[in-house]
């Protein structure tokens, strides 16, 4: 299974800005670059949803609801990808998740699940 660390959640207040991180400390370069990654977020009493995800080719997709607010990215050299939030709502309140898709449907996640990092939003 592919081992990953998923960092950068926080309290932030409405409108603000979050940038998390999900990093693969132990693969190596030219595997990390064949990953689809993806994130998703869990909030209280509702199901995972997903929330973005990029494929090797850096082809990105997004949930309507986060659509030109976040930002998804990855940086080869530091075997990371990157979900930057803006203009924060309270509805993106969850706890955010990495994950590599085994075939690369975003919709089909691995059954390995990270700690996730946990993003509020609140005044």
């Known amino acids: 299974q592919v081992q990953l660390v998923e960092s950068g959640g926080g309290l932030v207040q409405p409108g603000g800005s979050l940038r998390l991180s999900c990093a693969f400390p132990?693969?190596?370069?030219?595997?990390?670059?064949?990953?689809?990654v993806a994130w998703y977020r869990q909030a209280p009493g509702k199901q995972r949803e997903l929330v973005a995800g990029?494929?090797?080719?850096?082809?990105?997709t997004y949930a309507d609801s986060v659509k030109g607010r976040f930002t998804i990215s990855r940086d080869s050299s530091r075997k990371r990808v990157l979900l930057q939030m803006s203009s924060l709502k309270p509805e993106d309140t969850a706890l955010y998740y990495c994950?590599?898709?085994?075939?690369?449907?975003?919709?089909?996640?691995?059954?390995?699940w990270g700690q996730g990092t946990q993003v509020t939003v609140s005044s």
């Open positions: 994950n590599v898709p085994p075939s690369g449907d975003f919709q089909r996640p691995s059954n390995y």
């Open positions: 990029i494929t090797p080719d850096r082809i990105s």
């Open positions: 132990r693969a190596i370069t030219s595997t990390f670059t064949t990953y689809t």
